[in-house]
């Protein structure tokens, strides 16, 4: 602990293999516990008694030590990270550093199942934010479903206050979206089926969005063509494969 106080770049060979030594183990021994713990668990925020000593023992440590052992842990396993998050107060603010995920290979294939299901225990924890993500996707993803997303994003269109929210929502998703760090292969290269197969007059749109989408008009467009605008935009920011 007093050693990690005092990291410099001009540690003596010794020092340094002794502090590499500690981190091996920290991050070992984080490693074990968090894969013991079943995502039920999690929910419930267990903290067994070997992580409390290592909650403890970790306090004395710098922050960029710290954030490396994070990194460290969860390069490999997102499950990891999702076990890890909730067991101190401290891992929880390490574990939202933009850093810790771009250690992982957190877009690929094998992430998909696992990152929809964590939607849904949001929507059913009635976050509307999550429900609108998942209503999205049900539209790229086509079928049955997509038919539910565009009447649910319809509905909620129809109130003032609701309609602030999806563009919030909105804005927030573009962001993800725009600033993601790798390129996604598992995304889409053609654009999903139109939600509306109607003949409706052309809407107006400004920067890309049409101006009664998310305003505070009384009237909307039909469900259909407000999906597809919301489809459209979020489609044009996509990376595309194949082409």
Known sequence: AQLTHHVSPTLPSSSSNLL???????TLSIQKQSRNSSFTEVEKFPKSKMMKKICASIKSFEKVILLDIVERVVCGSFKDLINLRPSSKLFNTLGSEKSVYEKMDFFKNYCPKLALQRLREAKKGRHN????????????AG????RTAVRFIGHMKEKLPQR????QWRE???YMIDNVWVSNPIFLTQR???CCTGEHENIVHVNG???????????QPCYGCGCDDK??????LLPKFGF
């Not at 079928?143 to 997509?146: A, E, F, L, T, V």
């Open 209 to 219: 969005w049409p101006v009664d989408s998310d305003d505070e008009q009384d009237v």
């Open 20 to 26: 590499q030594h500690s981190k091996l183990q920290l």
């Open 143 to 146: 079928g049955g479903n997509s």
């Open 164 to 167: 602030k929210e999806i563009k």
């Open 231 to 236: 489809v459209d935009h979020v489609f044009a």
């Open 172 to 174: 927030s998703l573009i």
């Open 129 to 140: 934010g999550a429900a609108y993500v998942l209503a999205i996707i049900s539209i790229f």
């Open 192 to 194: 999903p089926d139109p």
